[in-house]
């Protein structure tokens, strides 16, 4: 079922701080998960919660690529979206992120505080399609 296919493969959180990868990071391992912070570290865990310079690193990156590549990703998940069209330093850091698309790999981005003027902004940055959901409780 659902839950054995998501037991096998890896489900990437990029958060857009370190400070929010941990607190994420510390939430879910209360909540009983096991989670890592390093896809170097993916071996006891299937969830990774990471920060873009932590994904978009070389060897994060080649690794992420090799599970791509084996078709070892269910979801990668794209937390606090609305900050990355706001503020020009993350763009740098999202270069090879916008590429995940291009691995087939499958893309929620997610945020809580968009308005609905900068929904069209997040999806354009990041190259949204139809297999690319913004998911946002909190329009305004």
């Known amino acids: 079922g659902c839950a054995h296919y998501f037991a096998r493969k890896l489900i990437l ?4 701080t370190v400070p929010l990868q ?6 879910c391992r209360a909540a009983g998960l096991v989670v890592s912070t390093k896809l170097s ?3 006891a865990s299937r969830i990774c919660i990471c920060c873009p310079e932590a994904v978009t690193a070389d060897v994060s990156w080649n690794i992420f690529v090799r599970l ?3 078709r070892s990703v269910a979801r990668v998940f794209i ?9 020009d330093r993350f763009r740098l850091n999202f270069e090879r992120i916008f590429m995940i698309r291009s691995l087939g790999v499958p ?6 505080t968009a308005s609905t003027s900068l929904i069209p902004k997040i999806q354009a940055m990041f190259h949204s399609a139809k297999d690319v959901f913004v998911i946002n409780p909190g329009i305004r």
Do not use: S
């Open 41 to 43: 570290e993916i071996n």
């Open 79 to 87: 937390d606090e979206a609305h900050v990355y069209p706001l503020q």
């Open 13 to 16: 959180v990029v958060v857009p």
């Open 107 to 112: 893309v929620a981005f997610m945020t809580g």
């Open 68 to 70: 791509a590549g084996e």
């Open 22 to 27: 941990q607190d994420l990071a510390t939430k």
